[in-house]
């Protein structure tokens, strides 16, 4: 347990010793993360928020009116490039309910993780909010690639030579080509280690193909 020093009524706990606030837990992030009604967290972070990761999935809970009121999740992973492996940590799925914040809870709790995890060579925050990474001396880093679906469907049928699919739904021989296409990946960029449980986790992610 991490040692945090929190005002008398709230304390800090994790979703695998108190599950029964998962479901609120994830309510709040949505809500933070003004997500519509159609999608769901849960689904799209799924390696980040499955029960097997639970433990990893920090929480400060308001004793007094039995609320969640801040959710920080992490995932130790590992980079490779060229033969060299550094462990990282992957932190997301950031939340307080906007009645606590500016209250430092939330920073309590952050460097808490970061003083945790001092064996941990690289921090790897996934946020839209700017602010967040000058305030723990962190550096906004990385791309976003999008490939605009219709550009790749609308083609006409005598020059398409893919089809689409979900993880979840390749043959065993596609998935084994596509995981040697990644791991291929690491002779010329930085990319995260997969490990066979790793590719299930992301299978489960059914809001992405």
Known sequence: MMDVELPDNLRLSTLHQTPEFYKETIKLIEHCFGYE?????ATDFYPLMNTLNATNNHI??????QKVVAHLGVKSRT????GAFLPCLL????????EYRSRGIFSRMMNAIIN??????????????????KKFNLYQAG???????????????????FTES?????????LSQLQRLYNDQHQSLMTLVRTV??????SKISSTK
């Open 116 to 133: 945790m995890h001092k064996d941990i060579g690289l921090f790897i925050l996934w946020s839209d909010q700017p602010e967040l990474y």
């Open 143 to 161: 791309k976003v690639l999008e490939i605009d679906l219709a550009l790749m469907t609308d083609l006409p049928a005598s020059t398409q030579t």
């Open 197 to 202: 449980q790793d590719w299930h986790e992301i």
């Open 79 to 82: 980079l490779a490039y060229k």
């Open 166 to 174: 979900s993880l979840s739904h390749l043959s065993t021989n596609d």
């Open 37 to 41: 009604d159609n999608f769901s967290f």
């Open 91 to 98: 932190m997301g799925g950031i939340a307080t309910a906007p």
């Open 60 to 65: 400060v809970i308001d004793s007094l009116r």
